[in-house]
């Protein structure tokens, strides 16, 4: 099992930046995959980027590409979300994900709103 613990959401506007962490209680190279992931209000949970600890291979969502940068640090066990460039539709609460062997582990969310 893995607890995770994301923090850095908040309140920004059009074209700011923010950045997401995601703190693991286990060593991350354990991990199959890491990803962050969001969910608006009446909208499904989507994937908005992954990573695989052990090689840094990375996916993005099209939606976000050339304005979000996912990375991890393994001696922090943390991942992290760079946000630049939001705009209003990114807007959403953003979870931390974590895939150990086909089992999926969420963080409880944090709040990203982006004002117009």
């Known amino acids: 099992q893995v607890q995770l613990e994301e923090s850095g959401g908040g309140l920004v506007q059009a074209g700011g930046s923010l950045r997401l962490s995601c703190a693991a209680s286990?060593?991350?190279?354990?991990?199959?995959?890491m990803g962050w992931y969001r969910q608006a209000p009446g909208r499904q949970r989507e994937l908005v980027a992954s990573?695989?600890?052990?090689?840094?291979?990375?996916v993005f969502a099209d939606s976000v590409k050339g304005r979000f940068t996912i990375s991890r640090d393994t001696s922090k066990n943390a991942m992290y979300l760079q946000m630049n460039s939001l705009r209003p539709e990114d807007t959403a609460v953003y979870y931390c994900?974590?895939?150990?062997?086909?089992?999926?582990?969420w963080g409880q969310g944090t709040q990203v709103t982006v004002s117009s």
């Open positions: 994900n974590a895939n150990i062997y086909g089992q999926d582990y």
């Open positions: 990573i695989i600890p052990s090689s840094g291979s990375r």
């Open positions: 286990r060593n991350i190279l354990s991990m199959s995959t």
